[in-house]
C-alpha cells in the first residue's frame, strides 16, 4: 500500500475541487472550501506541504476514501 506524503496546497486544492468542493474564503494562510451536503467546510491551509494528518482529517470530513484521494493524486500531479 502507498504511504501517504505532505503535499502542496495547490495540488491538494486541486483534489478537492475536482470532488465538487467550491472555494468559499480566504482567511490569512488559510482557504476554506464549501459542498452541499458536508456539514463542516473543508480548510486547506497554504503551505508549501501540508502535513498528512490535515490531510487524513479533511479526507475524513469529505467522505473520500484514502484510495480515491491517492487515484485523484496521481491525475492532479
Known sequence: MTRMAPVHWKVLEKIFLA???KFARHEGSHRSYVK???SRPIVIPTYDEVPVS???NNLKTAGISREEFLALLKDAL
Open 19 to 21: 470532488k465538487g468542493f
Open 36 to 38: 452541499t451536503g458536508i
Open 54 to 56: 490535515i490531510i487524513k
